[in-house]
Every structure is written in C-alpha cells, then in structure tokens.
C-alpha cells in the first residue's frame, strides 16, 4: 500500500452507505495487553453482510486498508492498526443468532455474538458448545473464528475450526461467500471455511458460522491435583484417558508460581488444596451417569500409586466454579505482575517435560533471576511460558533482555519441532518469528494465497504476512 | 492449457531425472466404475518429495499437465486424464512408515502407504488409525487426503481432514511445503493442510502426512438391527448417543434392496437376522470395558420399548467380520446389480427421512419401475443413494432416463440443503453440479486460488473446476 486516501470525500462515500460510521472511540484503539495503540480512524459497524460488502468494495476500489474488530480481546495486536489511514470495521451489530437448529446439531449465528451468548444458545437448546477461553463474555464468534481459538476443552473438542460446519464471508473486493451449510460430510471443493478460520482478517471477513452443538453430558465432574512434576501430570493424562475413555475435557497445569501471583493479587482467592505443591492440574470430565464416579475411582487408583498427591474434587456448582476461578485468573494476575515476556507456545507431548526443563535453563543464562509461570493445556501439548522479574523487580528492568529471553524460548521451541503461535495467532506480534521460523515453501504458498484473494492488499495489512 | 507439449524431447528431460518412467500399464487408466478410460500416457514413480518436486517443476515449465494417481481407487474419475498429453504421476514407491511416536499421538507415513498398511502400523504401535473404507486395501493415504475420504467411522472420529496434523506436499512449480508437524494445536498462518486436503491433486501434491494416533478403544461391540424407518433409525441413534456417550463409532443403515442384490450376486452370504425388514442398521461402538455390555442394555432397552424389532450382537471376531461383510459387500453387489445413476449425497439430519420419502416419489417420475438401494452413514446425514432398474432389465435401457434420474435427486438434495458431492469429491464427475448448485462467490474465491497456486493449470486439470 502506497497510497491511503482516506480522505473526506471516499468518507463522505462511506457516509452515504449507513454504515453506521462514527470516529472509533478509544475502547476500539486498545489491546489487552496495552503494546499497541491504534491511530484514530472512522469505525464503520453495519448492520448485515450485504453492508460488510459494501464497505469492502469500495475499501478495495480506493485502497484504503480495512482493520477487522470483533471484542478486541485478542492477545496479538491483530485487531490494532497503528500507522493510520484504516477504517475499523466491527461486526458487533451483527448479532443475531439466526437459527438454532438442534435436531442437525447446528447454530447458526452471526459474527458479532459473544462466545457467552453461543454457549447460552446452546445450552437453551439443551446442547453444548464446548469452545471456552477467559474471554467468552466478550469476544465474538467472528474473531473466535477469525483467530481459531483454543482454550481449556481442545483436548476433547477440538479448536474452533474443528467446532465449525460452514461460513459466511465477505472478500476483500466484496465479493460474498454463503456457504452456512450444517452437514457432517460436504465434499464439494475447496475448504474455503478451514482457509478462512484462522487467517485472522487478513484473507476475508467471517460474517456468520454454522457451528456445531454437541450432546450436554449428563454429569460433569471436576478435580484439583497435585502431580510430581509435569511427565506426570502427562501420565495420569493417559491412564485416565485409559480407564475413563474420551470424557476428559479440560487437562490444565498449575505451578506454584501461578498461585503465588494469585495470592498476591487476589488475597481473598482460597488455595484450593491443603498442600503446596509445585504442580497442579485441574482435570475435568464430562459423559453419562457414572461418569463423576469414574473420575472418583481413577483419582483414588492415581493417589494409592503415588501419582496423585493431594486432591480435592468439587462437591457442587460453587465449588466447581471456584476451581476453575483459580486457573481463569491466573492470566489476570500475570498481567498485574507485569512480564518480561509471554509464550504461548505448543511442542510434541513427548517433548513437553523437557521443554520445561530446558526452558528454564534457557531463560536463566539471559535473566538469572526471572520467575517462570508455566501453566495451561497440557493435555494439548499447549503452554503459556511467561518470564517474570525476581520479586520487587519491575519488567522494565528487564527492556534489555527482553528480546534474548523471547528468542531463547522460541528457538527451544522451534528445536523441538513445536510452534511458537499455539492458539492466539500471529497478528502483529509475531510476523517475525513466522518469517524466521516457517517453512519457506509455506510462507511462499501463504503470499500468493493473499495475493490471489485480496490482491490490492486492504485487509487488515501487517497481520500475519509482513508487508512487503 | 492450449500447448501439450509432450514431446520425445521433454520425455527425455524426465528421463535423465530418475523418476522410473514407463508406459502407464492398463491398469492406470481404468477406474473402478469403467466410465472413464485414460489415454494412454507416460507414468512418473519417483522415490522421493525430492522427485515428486523434480517432475513438477519440470511439467510446469513445459506447461505439460499431471495427474497425480495413489491406489486409483476413487469413484469420481479424479485418477484419469482421457484426453491425452498428460503425465501420470503415482506415489506407490514413496511408501516409507517414516516415523511412528505414540507418545505424540502421530504416525508420520508416505503418500503411498496403503490405508490398511497405515491401520496396521497403529495397531503394531497399540494405537488405533480409524479411518476405514471399503477400498482400505488398494486406496493409498496421499489419495485418501486428496480426497478427503470419508467412511464408516466418519461418525465419531471425523473425515481423513479431521485426522491429520500436518502434511508434506509440493506445490505446482515444485515448491515442497513442509509441514509435518505433530501439534495439536498450531495458530501460524494459514491452514494450507485443509486447503490441500480435499483439493483433489488440483492444488498441489500430498507426498506425506502426520496422522492422528488414537487410543485403541479395550472393547469393541457390534451388532446389526431391525428398525421401523430411517427416521426410527435417527431417533435410536440418539437415544444410544444419550445412553453411551460418544463410544458410538459406526451406525450404518442398510435397506432390504441391499441384501436383495446381495443374495443374488453372493447366495453363500447368510442374512443376518430371521426376519426379513425393510430397514437396517449395523452398529459398532469401542470404549473402556463395560461398552459392550452397554450396548447390549441400549439395545435391549430399545427392543422394549419397540424401537429395534429384531437384533443380533456379534459375539466373536468372525461374527462381527460377517456383520461386516453384509455392509462391505453391498456396494460390489450394486455394482454387479449396475445402477441407472449413483449418488453421494448428504442432508441435515432432520431432513433426512424426508429427503428418502420424496427422492423416492422424484426418481419414480422419471423411472417409474427403478429400484433404489439407500444405504450408508446414516449418522452423518451420508446416504448413497442408487437407482437401479427393474428385475429383468438391463441399466442400458434407461440410457435416456439416466440424467434425469441424476438430475431430480440432486435438485432434491439441494433443495433440502444438502450436498451432491458428500464423501467421494467432485473428480471429473460432479464438474457441472458445482457450477449448477455451488455458490458463486465460492466458486469464484476457488477460481482465484487455483491460478495462484497452480497458474498455468497442469495439475489435474477438468478436475473439480471445469477449465476455462
């Protein structure tokens, strides 16, 4: 992009096609995680995909880039433009569930529904939608999709994408895909929803998805653990998968460390277990009648064998959230102790313990004094490994060693054949690391995929692909 | 393609390039349902991507077309190239296990490995490979993901896209994307694996894959039953669903038609039940001990209650096989019956028993004495549905009706929301039906991405798109 003429008149443009067009207030120019700061830019909220592709169109005709917004929870920079001379587009007033079609095991909905509202959708259904992230009360389903996110049930129900029977999108020229089937089996060409899922606004705009529902288990069990060490947390993973089956769906690890901010941050959070161990999992399962029992058994087997030191499994709805209070909120009390940096990072199973170990020692010869968090979905091969200052150290002492310590987590990563963007994506944070560490074949085939679909290059530029 | 330059001259070129060139024996230009009869042409086996990359870049330079083949075994002609010019490319000598590792749920085998050689090396590593077809002996993987088969197991474990982490596949100009990851999850860029899978070697081709390693269910459980109706079918499905959890892995329905064609074609296979109903359904499930006997309560609860009127449970390995074999058997048997017209189709669920009353009263209108024989995944809304003629006559006398035949059950698909093209790919048979029934701005994004990968348009060329 060379020329952006965003000017009064292709506003005035936009204005005559009620887009609802305002200045973005400034909620739409921050991140979580407070990197990036958008430039002020006109936000564009229309009202149905026929306004999504108007905007797209004339977007795409003067060459003014376009910046996709769903709930702004991402944790890439992938919803942020900085340079200017963007229109923000948010699909929030696309918020209809348009059918709930529970005798196909589909919900159809539009982009700018929360994940909360999906999951209330379905389960007014009597269904389940398992997808669940911290941020579900605010992200919408079209950055939900746009970004392929994970979350704590992947480990039986898939990510997103797996969680998806078709879409609706809008390209970068206006051009609308319908494709809302909800069919199990469509082999009918190219899988346009997978290429789309995942491609974070940057290939095209999901303005609605037919998700799948899924059967609600009749009872849900969940456990607090203290484990050795993290090969056993992976041990116990795969003897109750052995004598339980599939119904296990959320594996999470706990360290110390995570509850140690907690209590710093959050005095009034209970320790869930009498015990101080080094690491936790919080385990959850899901099936037919017996199900919690099966668990029961399982724990009993894993604590007479010495797998399980300490256990505590929740008695009642209250106790069930309180658990889950204490992994949710680790991420929230992180961001309060401040990191030097963050990894969300995925590596083969049968690499993660030394991955762990490896980590460690690789962040200790940059920062000797750093505190690690390690904690997430194991089950999934899927860690968040944040460096953290020594204890009444502040993360801007540490501005020097902060690139040397994201490099060293990366490169063991990488070295291990694990991936570097896990679950949150690419966005903006990592260009870099997808030009270092991707295949170059792949990256070759990414650019003229992007150049095939949006040729002039308006959606959402500097997302993924570097420009170039 | 105006230029096919297969010339004396370019075949010397892929001569000197050790790709075991020969003359395609007979075999490679037949397909299974003799429609379609490849000309005759050169036949690539090289032995490795380094090869397969080597032959690419060579044809696209010379813009000579290449028709990827794995076992021959798909029912689309998507493995034959009639109109001559082209070279064939078989994967059979990349049939390398590269890497077996359990411990990361991945088996990371060759395109050439057949389907059964791939089961079998999950079950030597006491996993399980679920993914099971008919043609399991001869189809090779690479195939088996260009086209994104399908099965009996579609049910509980997905199509073939749904189990592979990563792939190996080199692009038209002989760029090698690799990507054989063995992640759970990997949020870096675009998904080129669900592009390529699916894609029918238009794209590009699959030289290896990262498959999913499941764990091998302790007990397996099968049984064939008497039902009311497909929609009694459905019903039981969910009811058992409810009763036992996901460890339902097929629910194949059978109609009488089948096992008619079956005892006339194959008179020494014994029926499996005393009484003769019209509609069938075998049902195998796989979970921790205590499945069987599950199944054995679901069903006999269901007898009760009138909703399977007649049952039997497989109660050995060779018991279980002949139930198998009743299923296995019935598409050979229509192919000796040889149908008026075939069809793949999927439907939502709920629409399913409609879409089996009226395709009846379409396909009368047209061949008021035709037979149907509807069988298959049930359970996914997959049904092949067939019309075959009367008893005493031939599928040649219906010559004038065949189209119409075709034509009304695919409006009727369609018009139900379903999909003409559910499990067996577009090929070079269902061309017209994408153009007539598929969406425009889907058809069109496909368009583009073809010319941006495969630009001169060598690979499989009047394979899923019609060309230009």
Known sequence: MEAMPLDDAFLDRLRALDLGLTEAAPAYLEEPRGRWHGAAAPLARPRDVEGVSALLAACNEAGVPVVPYGGGTGLVGGQIHEAGGAVLL????????????????????????TLAEVQQAAEEAGCLFPLSIASEGTARIGGVLATNAGGVNVLRYGNARDLVLGIEAVLADG????????????????????LLIGSEGTLGVITAASLRL????????????????????????????????EVISAFELVHRQG???????????????????????????????????????????AFERGAVSDAVIAQNEGQRDALWAVRETIPEANRLTGSISSHDISVPL??????IERGRVAVAEVAPDARINCFGHVGDGNLHYNAFPAAGRDKRDYANQRDAVQRAVHDLVVSLGGSVSAEHGV??????????YGDPGRLAAMRAIK?????????????ILTQS
């Open 90 to 113: 948010s699909l929030e007033r696309l918020n209809e569930v348009r059918e709930v079609a529970a005798a196909d095991g589909a919900l159809i909905v539009e982009a700018g529904v």
């Open 175 to 194: 051009t609308v895909i319908r494709d809302l089937k909800r069919l199990r089996k469509d082999n009918s060409g190219y899988d346009l929803r997978h």
């Open 214 to 245: 899924l059967p609600r288990p009749a009872e849900v069990a969940t456990a607090f653990l203290a484990v050795e060490s993290p090969a056993g947390a992976l041990d116990l993973l795969q003897d109750l998968q052995g004598q339980l089956g």
């Open 259 to 301: 509850l140690d901010f907690l209590a710093e941050h959050f005095p009034d959070m209970t320790h869930p277990l009498e015990t101080r161990p080094d690491w936790m999992v919080l385990v959850e399962v899901g099936g037919a009648y017996g199900t919690a029992k099966a668990l029961e058994t399982g724990l009993a087997d």
């Open 350 to 355: 049968s690499r993660l313990p030394e991955f």
């Open 427 to 436: 966005g903006r944070l990592k260009t870099a690391d997808l030009e270092r």
């Open 451 to 463: 150049a095939a679909l949006d040729p002039r290059g308006i959606l959402n530029p500097g997302v």
